[in-house]
């Protein structure tokens, strides 16, 4: 009875609007409502609807600043239109195409990017820098024939308070055709991914006369098709210079929200977030398989806090945790971050067309072939560039997440004491914890814990999942640090 009882309320309560306008065609997932309110409601009985405890108060999302808002309203699809239209205008951006030709291939594509970000960051007053750091790649007996310089365009948007904390937003600018090695047929590759680097860009125009709090670093790498070879230096070349990325996102395949079969799904994007860290040492896996905190990993924190910042109204979006690191079959410029010991995640549209990737331009039986910019949705596009916007404005304005967060098991308690590493920034106010049920995937409650490193909650740590954040005096909260036993 219970079950069918959820069956039938399940598909109201996950639809249930946050109030969106009037005018608009798209209904947001209330995720808190559903937690709690509608949680408590189906799973009535003792045993389901438990811990029952009412500690803390229920978690809401937070919105945009009014800043915020207005950089989430410059955002523009004619402007992003214009940057996938020229970078498809090249003909091929292959990574093995010419570096030298003036108009077509992989060189003319690359300075030209740099040329746009280099006036974006005139409106800066300094603060933006522009670099194309680059190195020369060997065959490798793959899809690198012979020896290539693999360079990337980076804008560098300097934190005004922690400039030394960096979140790294980025693209690719190289295609590809069916034949992956094939680098002189047209490729023009609109949504894969002229889209996601006119997310880096668009993002960079509007944020260079603005001032984050710490570092915002806007992408456009090279090489992702034939092995991650751009993101994967400048992965490494952070963790050489032991740069702080405590966040990273990629846009890649992001132009577009229709299937194969027609199905259309304009207001949703796909967050892919990786588990269980591949980084984290053989000791430290096994206590986090031991305390239940494989879905606590760095990477799904980041995703939860994108949905918490950029799921509401200004966005349009729905925001789709997906909890792998990406979809079977296929790679991307998160992954050499993640594998650097930082946090990062994908962006990718809902529903692929695979006959619009990896594809040489062809009719075929009817069926077009190609990459092509036909297919693009700019507006959809310029929704995903707000979720990113969000996001990104979101996280250099919050405090650093806390640091060695521990919980107390060195007693047997009901209640739950935590430590975390006391910090002088700046920007904070103080602290909070949230909770959730074991079960639930995002956060449902908050406790406020004040300026302090240690806190006591009187709600067992056996049966719900804690996390710790740091709040700003300007309101915005960081990620939540998952504790270990300490």
């Known amino acids: 009875m219970l079950f069918l009882i959820f069956l039938t309320l399940l598909p109201l309560s996950l639809a249930s609007p946050i109030s969106p306008a009037a005018t608009s065609p798209f209904a947001l997932h209330s995720r808190q409502s559903f937690s709690f309110a509608s949680y408590n409601d189906i799973f009535s009985c003792p045993a ?61 594509a690359r300075d030209w990017i740099a040329e746009q ?28 024939l012979f020896p290539v310089r693999v360079s990337d365009v980076v804008a560098t948007l300097k934190g005004s308070v922690d400039p030394g904390r960096y979140y790294v937003v980025s693209g690719h600018y190289d295609t590809r055709c069916s034949d ?32 984050p709090a710490a570092t915002i670093v806007f992408v456009a790498v090279a090489a992702e098709e034939q092995g991650l070879y751009g993101a994967r230096y400048l992965a490494q070349s952070y963790k050489n210079a032991s740069v702080n990325v405590q966040g990273m996102f990629t846009n890649d395949i992001i132009g577009s929200s229709t299937a194969d079969d027609g199905t259309k799904d304009p207001y949703t994007v796909r967050i892919f977030a990786q588990g269980n860290p591949t980084t984290e040492s053989a000791a430290r896996a096994r206590v986090r398989a031991t305390i239940g905190g494989e879905n606590d990993s760095p990477a799904r924190q980041l995703a ?137 995937p995002f956060w449902t409650h908050v406790v406020p814990l004040g300026n302090v490193n240690t806190a006591t909650i009187n709600l067992s740590k056996d049966n719900v999942i804690f996390g710790i954040r740091s709040v700003g005096k300007n309101g915005y909260a960081s990620p939540a640090t998952f504790p270990f036993p300490g």
């Not at 950089?71 to 990574?95: C, M, Q, W, Y």
């Not at 603060?127 to 690198?144: A, F, K, N």
């Not at 889209?195 to 001032?211: K, T």
């Not at 072939?369 to 929704?383: M, N, P, S, T, W």
Request: charged share 20%; net charge negative; proline share 6%.
């Open 180 to 211: 992956p090695n094939d680098f002189e047929c047209d490729s023009p590759g609109a949504d894969d991914d002229a889209s996601g680097v006119a997310v880096s860009m668009e993002l960079a125009r509007i944020m260079a006369s603005r001032r």
């Open 117 to 144: 970000m280099r006036s974006f960051a005139a409106a800066s007053n300094g603060q933006m820098e522009v670099t194309v750091p680059s190195y020369v790649q060997q065959p490798d007996g793959d899809r690198i």
């Open 304 to 440: 939860r806090f994108v949905v918490g910042v950029a799921e509401n109204n200004y966005t349009q979006m729905n925001i789709a945790v997906i909890y792998r690191l990406d979809r079977f079959l296929r790679g991307g410029d998160h992954r050499p971050f993640l594998e650097a010991g930082y946090t990062a995640c994908r962006f990718t549209e809902p529903n692929e067309d695979y006959a619009h990737q990896h594809q040489d331009v062809r009719v075929e039986n009817g069926t077009q072939y190609g990459d092509l910019i036909e297919f693009v949705d700019f507006e959809y596009i310029a929704r995903v560039a707000k979720v990113n916007a969000a996001a990104l404005w979101s996280l250099a304005n919050a405090p650093e997440s806390p640091r060695n967060v521990t919980v107390n098991t060195t007693l047997l308690s009901n209640d739950s004491q935590f430590t975390w590493l006391a910090s002088n920034e700046t920007l904070l106010a103080g602290y909070e914890a949230l909770w959730r049920p074991t079960d639930a």
């Open 48 to 108: 389901a609807s438990w811990p029952p405890a009412p500690i803390g108060d229920l978690l809401t999302p937070q919105l945009p600043d009014q800043e915020l808002q207005d950089i989430l309203a410059e955002i523009d699809p004619a402007r992003i239109e214009a940057i996938i239209a020229k970078l498809v205008s090249f003909g091929t951006r292959h990574t093995l195409s010419s570096q030298t030709d003036p108009v077509r291939g992989i060189g003319a």
